[in-house]
């Protein structure tokens, strides 16, 4: 089972900038897809970006603001964003799957480990 735990979410100004970070444990998860969602009030949960277990394969929801990156060794993934907008408002989620052939899912039913959720506020 793998824990993981975001942080890194606040409050900031439209067009400002924040960095969410995830570590997991309980297990490596240098073998696993590792992804970003959000939820925002009254809405479904959100595809934001994935990356595969290597670095290969990366998706996004805008790839022109947001940066996923992974570090292995540190058992961590990032989510860069930039110019944030006030749609951008919501609770970010990092998120596990055990794929290591080089599958990145971006339906979240595909992800069988969560974390609790950072909360991330833009305001006009």
């Known amino acids: 089972q793998v824990q993981l735990v975001e942080t890194g979410g606040g409050s900031v100004q439209a067009g400002g900038s924040l960095r969410l970070s995830c570590v997991a444990s309980?297990?490596?998860?240098?073998?696993?897809?590792l992804g970003w969602f959000r939820q925002a009030p009254g809405k479904e949960r959100e595809f934001v970006a994935a990356?595969?277990?290597?670095?290969?394969t990366i998706y996004y929801l805008d790839s022109g603001r947001f940066t996923i990156s992974r570090d292995n060794a540190k058992n961590t993934v990032a989510l860069q964003m930039n110019s944030l907008k006030t749609e951008d408002t919501a609770v970010y989620y990092c998120?596990?799957?055990?794929?290591?052939?080089?599958?990145?899912?971006?339906?979240?039913?595909?992800?069988?480990?969560w974390g609790q959720g950072t909360q991330v506020t833009v305001s006009s």
């Open positions: 309980g297990r490596t998860v240098s073998s696993y897809a």
């Open positions: 990356i595969t277990w290597s670095g290969s």
């Open positions: 998120a596990a799957g055990a794929y290591d052939s080089g599958y990145v899912p971006v339906l979240d039913r595909m992800y069988d480990s």
